[in-house]
Nanobody, 117 residues
Framework: QVQLVESGGGLVQPGGSLRLSCVSS????????LAWYRQAPGKQRELVAS???????DNADSVKGRFTISRDNPKNTMYLQMNSLVPEDTAVYYC???????????WGQGTQVTVSS
């Protein structure tokens, strides 16, 4: 059974930092497209950042210059480094692993990030 286990969420003050981690049991992790999404109360889930198997990244405009997505293939782990956090970043964050050629897609259970003073 495929598992994505997230960690690193919590309560942080505005201007602070957090690092989210997502460990995967997927054997094809190194060839997967990885992404972080978030969903705030009353809002739709939105794409925050993505990274291709080759390491090309893309960020939503709202987090450019503040968030960094990365991957460690030998550890089957993806990360989201979040700096200069603002209250608008408050949401449940989900990791996503997608292998399009095999039509495989998996989601983490979500981790709460709350930015508040």
């Amino acid at each position: 059974q495929v598992q994505l286990v997230e960690s690193g969420g919590g309560l942080v003050q505005p201007g602070g930092s957090l690092r989210l981690s997502c460990v995967s049991s997927i054997s094809l992790f190194s060839v997967a497209n990885l992404a972080w999404y978030r969903q705030a109360p009353g809002k739709q889930r939105e794409l925050v950042a993505s990274i291709t198997p080759g390491g090309t990244t893309d960020n939503a405009d709202s987090v450019k210059g503040r968030f960094t997505i990365s991957r460690d293939n030998p550890k089957n782990t993806m990360y989201l480094q979040m700096n200069s956090l603002v209250p608008e970043d408050t949401a449940v964050y989900y990791c996503n692993v997608r292998i399009s050629v095999f039509k495989m897609e998996y989601w983490g259970q979500g981790t709460q990030v709350t930015v508040s003073s």
